[in-house]
């Protein structure tokens, strides 16, 4: 089993629609949670990140956690052609270790 | 700096030579991470260090793999005697502290012909 397991995708909705994209871990004493967006042939950059169960909401992004579940979202509402990207998630796993997921491909559509 | 700089952006080699990617971080980063991410993938953790003290090196796959960081700032990723395989971009990252919310360079893209 993968430590961090993600929907390969691609993923593909319209514009203005909500994308969601999941993941789950196997961890269970992973304490911080992220999510990255990586745009084709750039490197991944840090857009969200949580720490406790429940929501977080920033803009129209949305990260929910569920540490019994061992399971970590992201929702971005209002989809944009720009939010057209691959979303890793990473978990803290032993000692220091940033652990990424394989990434899920999202393309929104005009 | 203002973000983390890696070169050489691009580096083609000839199977069974020696390569060093290098990694400048933020200023005052403590914490920096070598990843290897191969097309298609996510990033695969390498190594790790915190200042200039590895304290992770379980990610290196060989012992051709070499990663220091002598005075606490500037990385190195040595291969030697490089191998197709490891032909993928080599992301260097850095953080205020090893909270997990990291800062990547551009990467460095590795050809092994």
């Known amino acids: 089993q993968k430590e961090v397991e993600q929907n390969s995708g691609p993923l593909s909705v319209p514009e203005g629609a909500i994308a969601s994209l999941n993941c789950t871990y196997s961890?269970?004493?992973?304490?911080?949670f992220f999510w990255y967006r990586q745009y084709s042939g750039k490197s991944p950059e840090l857009i969200m990140s949580i720490y406790s169960n429940g929501d977080k909401e920033d803009g129209r992004f949305t990260a929910q956690l569920n540490k019994a579940s061992q399971y970590v979202s992201l929702l971005i509402r209002d989809s944009q052609p720009s939010d057209s990207a691959t979303y890793l998630c990473a978990v803290t796993t032993s000692g220091s270790r940033l652990t990424f997921g394989e990434g899920t491909q999202l393309t929104v559509n005009p | 700096g203002a973000g983390v700089s890696q070169s050489p952006r691009y580096k083609v080699a000839k199977r069974g030579q020696d390569v060093a990617l290098r990694c400048d971080p933020i200023s005052g980063h403590v914490s920096l991470f070598w990843y290897q991410q191969a097309l298609g993938q996510g990033p695969e953790f390498l190594t790790y260090?915190?200042?200039?003290?590895?304290?992770?090196k379980s990610g290196l796959p060989s012992d051709r793999f070499f990663a220091e960081r002598p005075e606490g700032s500037v990385s190195t990723l040595k291969i030697q005697r490089t191998q197709q395989e490891d032909s993928a971009v080599y992301l260097c990252?850095?953080?205020?502290?090893?909270?997990?919310?990291?800062?990547f360079g551009e990467g460095s893209r590795l050809t092994v012909l």
């Open positions: 990252a850095s953080s205020l502290l090893n909270t997990g919310e990291l800062f």
């Open positions: 260090f915190q200042n200039e003290a590895q304290l992770d």
């Open positions: 961890d269970r004493v992973s304490q911080s």
